[in-house]
């Protein structure tokens, strides 16, 4: 069945370190995939996409890492901040199925002073 | 731009009570969804709407209706509450075309749901 995971339940990391958040899917017919931000009592917030004919994209500290041979997906966070301190899902499109997106379970990121 | 908002921010209900909750987005976007989030876990979708006067079940449909009369509302209906409804609700919108890189989906703050 399709399922989006996410490896670790929580990533605890020093400020200022880099932040790896690692997500396995399943169905090789997803074609778009996005990284979601989740602060406490706050709604899912946009953080970067990839379509699945890319293997990286990058933003501001962030880089997703796309490896469609072992269907994983990562997000790195340079310079790890307090205010990144959130849950983190990934979440993945299949395609012709436009709208629908299946989230993972989340990783939520501790950032230590 | 407001986005997307949703009222109530919190309500509680009795089991068997009825109530709906909306949801409003000002972006003119065709697509819009709703969710349910249980701790520890993502989100599940409900129902979804692709454009305004339909809807379409989602994974966990059982329990809820939805209307989308106008563009920018989508409503989501809770015919008799249960407790394993108790949870946070999550609206969210999105455009349709393909040719926009960024599909990706607004939400809104969330709706706490306590069932009792």
């Known amino acids: 069945g399709e399922s989006v995971g996410l490896h670790l339940p929580t990533l605890s990391v020093q400020e200022g370190d880099n932040s790896i958040i690692n997500c396995a899917y399943s169905?090789?017919?997803?074609?778009?995939f996005i990284w979601y931000k989740q602060e406490s009592g706050k709604g899912p917030q946009f953080i970067i996409d990839?379509?699945?004919?890319?293997d990286k994209r990058q933003g501001q500290r962030v880089t997703v890492l796309l490896n469609k041979t072992v269907k994983h997906l990562s997000l790195q966070i340079a310079a790890t901040q307090p205010g990144d301190s959130a849950v983190y899902f990934c979440?993945?499109?299949?395609?012709?199925?436009?709208?629908?997106?299946?989230f993972g379970q989340g990783t939520t990121l501790q950032v230590k002073p | 731009n407001a986005g997307v908002t949703q009222t109530p921010k919190f309500r509680v209900l009795k089991t068997g009570q009825s109530m709906t909750l909306l949801c409003a987005q000002d972006?003119?976007?065709?697509?819009m969804y709703w969710y349910r989030q249980d701790p520890g876990m993502g989100l599940r979708l409900i129902h979804y709407s692709v454009g305004e006067g339909t809807t379409a079940k989602g994974e966990v449909p059982d329990g809820y209706n939805v209307s989308r009369l106008k563009k920018q509302n989508f409503l989501l209906g809770l015919e008799s509450a249960a407790p394993s409804q108790t949870s946070v609700y999550f609206c969210?919108?999105?455009?349709?075309?393909?040719?926009?890189?960024?599909?990706?989906?607004?939400f809104g703050p969330g709706t706490r749901l306590l069932v009792l």
């Open positions: 969210a919108s999105s455009y349709q075309e393909q040719r926009y890189f960024q599909e990706t989906q607004y």
């Open positions: 972006m003119n976007h065709e697509y």
């Open positions: 169905n090789s017919a997803s074609d778009y």
């Open positions: 979440a993945e499109n299949i395609s012709g199925n436009t709208g629908k997106l299946i």
């Open positions: 990839i379509r699945s004919n890319m």
